[in-house]
Nanobody, 120 residues
Framework: QVQLVESGGGLVQAGGSLRLSCAASGRTFRNYVMGWFRQAPGKEREFVASISWSGGETYYLDSVKGRFTISADNAKKTVYLQMNSLKPEAAAVYSC?????????????WGRGTQVTVCS
């Protein structure tokens, strides 16, 4: 089991930047692949980005490629999501997820989420 705590959300103007953090704890956190999902009101939760602790392999939602960067600091047991050139449609609750192999929407190992609001 792994525990996840997100931080870094807030209000930003369109075109601005935010960096989200996801602090992981638990003895076996390095066995997991880490991901970020987001959910806007009235919409389904969608995958944003993922990274493996071991190899640093990253994957992104097509619409955020080139603007968002996911990274992991093993020493701090923290995963980051740097979001640049934010658009109003990026407003959502962003949640951190841990899975074995591939991140999914399965019910286990979610953080509580952090709100991102983008004003135009």
């Amino acid at each position: 089991q792994v525990q996840l705590v997100e931080s870094g959300g807030g209000l930003v103007q369109a075109g601005g930047s935010l960096r989200l953090s996801c602090a992981a704890s638990g003895r076996t956190f390095r066995n997991y692949v880490m991901g970020w999902f987001r959910q806007a009101p009235g919409k389904e939760r969608e995958f944003v980005a993922s990274i493996s602790w071991s190899g640093g392999e990253t994957y992104y939602l097509d619409s955020v490629k080139g603007r968002f960067t996911i990274s992991a600091d093993n020493a701090k047991k923290t995963v980051y999501l740097q979001m640049n050139s934010l658009k109003p449609e990026a407003a959502a609750v962003y949640s951190c997820k841990a899975d074995h192999g591939v991140v999914t929407r399965s019910p286990n190992n979610w953080g509580r989420g952090t709100q991102v609001t983008v004003c135009s």
